[in-house]
């Protein structure tokens, strides 16, 4: 899941623009679950190549995976784990490097990638959850709030075109790619 996360911190932080607070453009923000081990972190890449230096090591963090930034340049992560298990969403500040609890536990069971859309939404894939075993959940970065948006088998990646709020999701289950209307 490493590579994945490595992928979705490179989409996002080439499109984060002024909203990364401050970190160069190119640089890679990427969760680091330590496959469950003792030192989770959100690690940090420099533009050109460079041994990941660590971003931050919250405490709060189990198994975090997928780093995007909210317009207010707080960094929203994944974490498979948190929340007593069922893992979750975490408000990372980018200036003291704390996480907050953000959005987590029921219904998530292992969220794992991230989109955000226009109107401050943020859509989370979840591997677990859902009728067919993986969902596609609309948190609402105003309140918090989760929703239920749909199902897909092994839901993994999820990317959210920011000119129309349409969404491509991935699924672990093989290599396509799904086409979601968000209405």
């Known amino acids: 899941f490493l590579s994945a996360s490595l992928v979705l911190g490179a989409c996002l932080l080439a499109t984060a623009g002024s909203a990364s607070a401050k970190l ?18 959100i690690l940090w890449t420099r533009l050109g190549g460079s041994t990941p230096l660590t ?3 919250d405490s709060d963090f189990a198994t975090p995976n997928s780093v995007e930034f909210a317009p207010n340049g707080q960094a929203m992560v994944t974490d ?30 292992q969220p ?9 939404i943020l859509y989370v894939t979840d591997l677990d959850a859902g009728v067919d075993t993986g969902s596609i959940f609309k ?16 839901a993994l990646g999820v990317v959210v075109n920011p000119a129309t709020g349409h969404i491509f999701a991935s699924s672990s289950n093989g290599t396509e790619i799904f086409s979601v209307n968000p209405t």
């Open 80 to 109: 498979y784990d948190a929340f007593g298990g069922d893992g979750g969403v975490f408000d990372l500040n980018p200036k003291t490097r704390q996480a907050t609890e953000f959005a987590g536990g029921p219904p998530f069971e």
């Open 24 to 41: 160069p453009a190119g640089d890679l923000l990427f969760g680091n679950s330590d496959n469950g081990g003792p030192n989770p972190s």
């Open 139 to 154: 948190v609402s970065l105003k309140t918090g709030s989760v929703q239920h948006f749909a199902d897909l088998s092994l």
């Open 55 to 57: 971003f931050s090591a």
């Open 112 to 120: 794992d990638g991230e989109g955000l859309a226009p109107g401050k």
